[in-house]
């Protein structure tokens, strides 16, 4: 038997990802949904799609006749994590202050009984690769999300820790000063910044061009402008991330988000500038690299819960 079961939500810039987590740990079969959002929208669309994918989920476990023990929700931040309070104002500013834990309790049936838990999604990526993914069985690890920003969580003996020796303020890493910047917007770390500098180098740039487009070039064309971006990508990387790791000693480090799906182009270059790291293991991509989050924060609530 699975036990019981949490509704996993992961909030997107582009779209929520939904499925149902056992306490087990597997995913139910065929309950994965994906509702394109646009973090731009208005208020009224927003709630009405947070809304749908929830009562589609809902739903889904009135069907089956599973024992729901709560619902758990992955986030970009700045939010309130303990009301469900949006902070955002690049990302769904028209329901900046608005409590998305009352929003679904008032919109979507969900009963008042039910839990509702809120994680950061770099702390909850981090979290579902230790408990199902390629981190199991590590004890110090540092995950990196790369995709429309640089996220990054520590996780030490399966706790979440924003300071200590070797971590960054609150475990960050894209803010950090970077030749006359901060880190994700000076080095090719990020959707935006892979783009730009794959410009600078002259690469055949076409309008609408995402990070993909390029990563195809370097795979299957060996496109030299393409090939040297992800280089960069790496090798930056591992010199932004080196002094620190040298004091956190971490023995796993796991890349997540869109672009950890080329990571074969830059893993090379990224561990070439970590050779110094006696105590690092592993330097993988996610197993889970679209579920990870959802197994995260699903693991927060049983952990809350005390149910495995």
């Known amino acids: 038997m699975e036990g019981a079961y949490a509704i996993g939500l992961d909030v997107g810039g582009t779209s929520l990802k939904a499925a149902l987590i056992s306490s087990k740990g597997r995913v139910l079969k065929g309950s994965f949904n994906k509702i394109l959002i646009g973090s731009q929208g208005s208020r009224e669309h927003i709630i009405r799609t947070f809304t749908k994918i929830v009562s589609m989920m809902l739903d889904t476990v009135k069907e089956k006749k599973l024992n729901l023990a709560g619902l758990s929700i992955s986030t970009c931040g700045p939010f309130d994590l303990d009301n469900g309070v949006f902070l955002m104002k690049h990302k769904y500013a028209s329901v900046y202050g608005i409590s998305l ?3 679904l309790r008032k919109h979507s049936n969900l009963p008042e009984k039910i839990p509702i838990v809120f994680d950061y999604d770099s702390w909850s990526f981090v979290r579902g690769e230790a408990w199902v993914g390629a981190a199991r069985n590590y004890n110090r690890i540092v995950g990196l999300t790369l995709g429309g920003g640089l996220g990054s969580a520590f996780m030490v003996d399966g ?11 609150l475990g960050s890493f894209w803010d950090l000063p970077y030749k006359g910047g901060i880190f994700e917007e000076m080095a090719p770390v990020c959707k935006r910044s892979i783009i730009r500098r ?5 690469g055949e740039y076409k309008e609408g061009m995402d990070v993909k487009d390029i990563a195809l070039r370097a795979l299957e064309k060996r496109d030299r402008q393409a090939l040297q971006v992800f280089k960069e990508l790496g090798t930056e990387l591992g010199q ?6 040298l004091e956190f000693r971490p023995d796993c480090i796991i890349f997540g988000g869109g672009i950890s799906k080329s990571s074969i182009l830059f893993i090379r270059s990224f561990r070439a500038q970590l050779r110094d790291v006696k105590s690092l293991k592993k330097v993988s991509r996610a197993k889970n690299i679209d579920l990870a989050g959802i197994y995260g924060v699903a693991r927060l609530l049983f952990e809350k819960l005390k149910v495995y």
């Open 101 to 103: 834990k009352e929003v």
């Open 198 to 202: 794959y410009r600078e180098l002259g």
């Open 240 to 245: 932004v991330l080196k002094p620190f790791m």
């Open 159 to 169: 706790k979440i820790v924003t300071e200590g020796k070797g971590v960054p303020p």
